[in-house]
Structures are given as structure tokens and as C-alpha cells.
């Protein structure tokens, strides 16, 4: 029996990640359902605003922090909504790092949309879930629900518990 787990285990493996690589895989995110409407605190080392654009530039070790969510990145764009009474979205690029409650997630780029609580991550997305890590070209997290869909090229090793 044991010889034939060793056998089948692979193509298991082989065939789930063709399943989730084809249709995306949905997994949960954050420990705790986001609100969205809290306030958006940034700490950056520069801050370059263009009045004309409503568009704000932060640089340099740029933090993120709304309730338990924290993202970083190398640079932040801020677009304001046209009536000036908030923020429309976020830009974050270069290096990365959305943490919610556990869970971790880097990428190249993380568009974050406001009013919609989603945020889309992509560019070698790497998720990790304590001991259990995926991969995918890119992750759209719900924040409202703590749900992220994760699709292109997605690939994870499933622990059989046997180690």
C-alpha cells in the first residue's frame, strides 16, 4: 500500500495543480474580515503631491496601515477621488508585502481599489499560510469577506500529514 501512495501521490499532485492552474483557486485570507472604511495611515521617507492630478507620491520604506491590514512597498501612488473627499485607490509597487491577521503575501505590483475593498496583486505572487505556501501570477483579495482568488500559473505542495 505504501508503494502505491508513493506512485499515485505524484500524479495527484500533478493533476491538482492543472486543476487549480486552469481555473484559479479561491483561498481564505486575514485572519479577520477587513472594514474597508477605516482610516488609511502612510509613513513614508518622500512625499511628492500634484495638485492638477489629485495624485500623491510616497517613496522610500512606505507603509500601509489600515486596522490589521499593513502592506509596504518601495512606492506608493494615491489617487484621489475627484470631489477630493478621499481616497479612489492605491498603486504599490516595487517589492511588495500585504499582511492581514497570519497571512503574508508579496508580489511586484498591488492595485488597491477603495470603494470596492479589493486588492489585486501581481508579478510572482507568493502566499503564504503558516507552513502552506502558493504561488500565482496573480491574487485578487476580497477584504470584506477575507477570501483572495488566486489565478495564472498557480502552484502549491499539498502536505499529507505523513511527514
Do not use: C, H, W
Not at 86 to 91: A, N
Not at 121 to 139: E, F, H, I, K
Request: net charge negative.
Amino acid at each position: 500500500m505504501t508503494l502505491l501512495r508513493l506512485f499515485l501521490l505524484p500524479l495527484v499532485l500533478v493533476a491538482t495543480a492543472q486543476v487549480l492552474a486552469a481555473q484559479g483557486t479561491q483561498v481564505a485570507f486575514g485572519a479577520i474580515k477587513q472594514d474597508t472604511d477605516l482610516p488609511v495611515e502612510v509613513t513614508a521617507d518622500n512625499l511628492a503631491v500634484d495638485q492638477e492630478t489629485g495624485e500623491a507620491v510616497f517613496t522610500g520604506n512606505v507603509v500601509v496601515g489600515q486596522g490589521e491590514m499593513r502592506l509596504s512597498a518601495k512606492r506608493l501612488l494615491v489617487v484621489y477621488r475627484e470631489d477630493t473627499q478621499g481616497i479612489e485607490r492605491m498603486e504599490a509597487t516595487g517589492g511588495v508585502t500585504l499582511v492581514s491577521g497570519p497571512d503574508a503575501a508579496e508580489s511586484e505590483r498591488a492595485d488597491y481599489s477603495i470603494a470596492d475593498g479589493v486588492i489585486v496583486m501581481t508579478g510572482n505572487v507568493l502566499l503564504t499560510q503558516g507552513p502552506s505556501a502558493l504561488t500565482a501570477d496573480r491574487m485578487t483579495v476580497q477584504l470584506e469577506d477575507g477570501t483572495a482568488q488566486m489565478s495564472g500559473s498557480v502552484k502549491t505542495i499539498l502536505q499529507t500529514g505523513d511527514n
